[in-house]
C-alpha cells in the first residue's frame, strides 16, 4: 500500500496557519494536529463546517479563539 499525502498536507497547511484569515476553513485533521487532539475530539467538541459530502473542516477564526483561551462558539 502506497504511502499517503495526508501528513504532509497537514504540515503544509499547520505552516500557512498564522497568514490564513479567520474565516478559512481547515480540515479537521488539520485542526487536530494544531491542538494535539484526536480527530474526534475535534468533532465533538468544536463547531463544524460541511465542506462536501465526505469532508468536515474548522473555521480557523474559532480555533484561535480557542488557542487564546475563548470557548468555542455554539
Known sequence: MPPTKAPEFIA?????????????????????????LSDKTILKSYPTVRL??????????????IARGGQPPT
Open 52 to 65: 462536501s459530502a465526505g469532508r468536515i473542516g474548522v473555521r480557523v477564526g474559532d480555533l484561535r479563539n
Open 12 to 36: 503544509d497547511i499547520l505552516r500557512q496557519f498564522d497568514s490564513l484569515s479567520d474565516d478559512a476553513v481547515i480540515p479537521v485533521g488539520a485542526a487536530a494536529a494544531l491542538h494535539n
